[in-house]
């Protein structure tokens, strides 16, 4: 398990230092995309064989918090459970129906009030690694960014291993094309017999970044959990003054320590892995349909997508009961 760190709260060196080819910081050496896509989707509801604790500092609010993530009996589904100041708990389905709008982030808010925040790495790990059940417990509003990629929550998914039950593992097959169009943020889902995306993005001085392959355990370990949140250095710095300023949580815990900071046409300390921030769009789409409920049979084509385009993606899906069913 790497070490976490806090966020960096010093400014980075000159620009001209700052863009070392580097090694990836994760070598997975595996052949990851020979893993069929469909096969071993279905099977069994499983949770996890242990419960495991993780902590470090949020991205917007930049407190710490502390989550540990624990088994659950069949049909539970994933919860978070927060606590909340006096010992009182509350629970939080992971569900689309509970998706409250936040800047930069995917929100859950209980029926009863309190918000979870920046679930979409955790949500992304779990689905990935075909977690169905599990009970998310967290002393603070914010899950932990780490270093802005989901390798943490995978590694420690995968220590604690994987129990199937006896129930029946549930999937939403898509039966025709769905799509969101936002100006040139466009977001389709189309029939397929198992999670396939393509995804497609411009950055200013970076040109176009491409990466498609099917979402398999194997596959987002390898390709997709190393990605890291991005933005422009100057952006993120501006925004965490705002939120210090305005005492709102905005990017308080941003820093090239837990996100890939782009300054100019590059990334600080390199990328880790191709076409990082592309992959990292895809991690946070991975997260966000999971809040479907069921995992996803159907093969995503992405241009610009965001979370706001993914949610409404879900939203219109799940919607719709003449676009999908459950098998």
């Known amino acids: ?88 708990t509350v629970d939080v389905p992971a569900v689309w ?15 009863d009030g309190p918000l979870v925040r920046t679930v979409e790495h955790l949500l992304a790990a ?4 075909r977690i169905d059940e599990a009970l998310v417990e967290i ?20 220590a604690a291993g994987r129990i199937e039950s006896g129930e029946p593992r549930r999937m939403i097959r898509v039966l025709r094309t769905v799509e969101v169009v936002d100006g040139r943020r466009t977001l ?13 993005l411009a950055l200013a001085h970076f040109g176009p970044l491409d990466w498609s392959g099917p979402v398999t355990p194997d596959v987002f370990l390898a390709e997709i959990a190393p990605a890291r949140s991005f933005g ?8 965490r003054a705002y939120g210090f300023a305005t005492r709102k949580p905005f990017l308080q815990g941003c820093g090239v320590r837990s996100a890939a900071m782009i300054v100019r046409g590059g990334i600080v300390g390199g990328m880790r892995v191709p076409d990082e921030p592309v992959r990292h769009r895809v991690l946070d789409l991975v997260g966000d349909l999971a809040l479907a409920g ?9 241009a610009h997508t965001g979370h706001e385009l993914n949610h409404a993606l879900v939203a219109k899906l799940m919607s719709d009961p003449t676009a999908w069913d459950l098998v």
């Not at 896509?37 to 495991?52: D, H, K, Y």
């Not at 932990?144 to 590694?155: H, K, N």
């Not at 389709?188 to 497609?200: F, K, M, Q």
């Not at 069921?294 to 992405?302: M, V």
């Open 139 to 158: 002393d603070a509003e914010e899950l932990p960014i780490f270093d802005g990629s989901a390798v943490p929550w995978c590694r420690a998914i995968r």
């Open 188 to 200: 389709r889902i189309a029939p397929h017999d198992g999670l396939h995306v393509s995804a497609h």
């Open 1 to 88: 398990m790497p070490r976490l760190l806090p966020p960096d709260r010093r400014p980075p060196a000159s620009p001209p230092d700052l863009f070392a080819p580097g090694r990836a910081a994760i070598s997975i050496p595996l052949d990851a995309r020979h893993a069929p896509a469909g096969p071993g989707f279905g099977g069994r509801r499983a949770t996890l064989g242990a419960a495991f604790t993780l902590a470090g500092r949020g991205l917007h609010t930049g407190r710490r918090a502390t989550v540990r993530v624990g088994p659950a009996p069949p049909g539970h589904g994933i919860v978070f459970r927060r606590r909340l100041h006096g010992g009182r």
């Open 126 to 129: 779990l689905s990935a690694e």
């Open 232 to 239: 422009r250095y100057w952006r993120a710095m501006l925004g």
């Open 97 to 111: 129906t509970l998706r409250e709008r936040q800047p930069l982030c995917t929100a859950l808010r209980s029926p």
């Open 294 to 302: 069921h995992p996803i049979l159907g093969r995503l084509t992405a």
